[in-house]
T-cell receptor, first 112, second 113 residues
Framework: AQTVTQSQPEMSVQEAETVTLSCTYDTSESDYYLFWYKQPPSRQMILVIRQEAYKQQNATENRFSVNFQKAAKSFSLKISDSQLGDAAMYFCAYRDTDKLIFGTGTRLQVFP | KAGVTQTPRYLIKTRGQQVTLSCSPISGHRSVSWYQQTPGQGLQFLFEYFSETQRNKGNFPGRFSGRQFSNSRSEMNVSTLELGDSALYLC????????????FGQGTRLTVV
C-alpha cells in the first residue's frame, strides 16, 4: 500500500526567507500524481502545487516550487519569500486512483 | 465559479443519534470524495463517488455510508454516533480522473457528546 511520510511536525521561518518542507512516499507504481495542500486556520484545504511523476521538470507556482526526486521517492516543497499568510498546516498527498493519501502534515509558523 | 459547498458547517449530536452531511461539488465535477480529519488519525479517506456509483471505500465501519445524486451532490450518513466520530469531515470534488486536482470544501465540524 502507498504511504506518505512527513517527518517535520513543525517548522518556522522568518518573513521573506525561504523554507523547505519534506515529504517522502512509498509506491510501486511508475506513474502517479503528488500534491501539496495548505490548510489555514479556516480549515479549508487549498491546493498549492501538483507534480506528475512522469514529468522530470519540477513544478513551480509563483513562490512555491517542488524538488521531486523520483528515485528517492522524495517530494519537498520550497516556499520562497515567505509571507505571514503562508502560516498554515501543509499536507503532502499521493493520488491513488480514486483517493488521496495524506501525510501527517507540517505546521508552518511565519515570524515577522 | 462556485467552489465546493458543505453544509452544515457545524453540528453537535448526541451519542447514538445519526447525522447526514451534504456536499455540493464544483459545477461539472462528477467525482466527490469524503475524508475524516482528526488530531489522532489525521486525514483518512472515507469513500468516493463518481456518477452516482461508489468507486472506492476506506476502512471505516458500516455505520458510515454515502450516496451521490444525479446532479453530483453527495451526502454522507453516520448512524449510531460514537464519541470517536467527532471530527472535521471534508468533501472534495474533481473531474474524476487520476490526473485531476481535488478541490475541497470548508468541511463540517461534527461534535458528538
Amino acid at each position: 500500500a502507498q504511504t506518505v511520510t512527513q517527518s517535520q511536525p513543525e517548522m518556522s521561518v522568518q518573513e521573506a526567507e525561504t523554507v523547505t518542507l519534506s515529504c517522502t512516499y512509498d509506491t510501486s507504481e511508475s506513474d502517479y500524481y503528488l500534491f501539496w495542500y495548505k490548510q489555514p486556520p479556516s480549515r479549508q484545504m487549498i491546493l498549492v502545487i501538483r507534480q506528475e511523476a512522469y514529468k522530470q521538470q519540477n513544478a513551480t507556482e509563483n513562490r512555491f516550487s517542488v524538488n521531486f526526486q523520483k528515485a528517492a521517492k522524495s517530494f519537498s516543497l520550497k516556499i520562497s519569500d515567505s509571507q505571514l499568510g503562508d502560516a498554515a498546516m501543509y499536507f503532502c498527498a499521493y493520488r491513488d486512483t480514486d483517493k488521496l493519501i495524506f501525510g501527517t502534515g507540517t505546521r508552518l509558523q511565519v515570524f515577522p | 465559479k462556485a467552489g465546493v459547498t458543505q453544509t452544515p458547517r457545524y453540528l453537535i449530536k448526541t451519542r447514538g443519534q445519526q447525522v447526514t452531511l451534504s456536499c455540493s461539488p464544483i459545477s461539472g465535477h462528477r467525482s466527490v470524495s469524503w475524508y475524516q480529519q482528526t488530531p489522532g488519525q489525521g486525514l483518512q479517506f472515507l469513500f468516493e463517488y463518481f456518477s452516482e456509483t461508489q468507486r472506492n471505500k476506506g476502512n471505516f465501519p458500516g455505520r458510515f455510508s454515502g450516496r451521490q445524486f444525479s446532479n453530483s451532490r453527495s451526502e454522507m450518513n453516520v448512524s449510531t454516533l460514537e464519541l470517536g466520530d467527532s471530527a472535521l469531515y471534508l468533501c472534495a470534488s474533481s473531474w474524476g480522473q487520476p490526473n485531476t486536482e481535488a478541490f475541497f470544501g470548508q468541511g463540517t465540524r461534527l461534535t458528538v457528546v
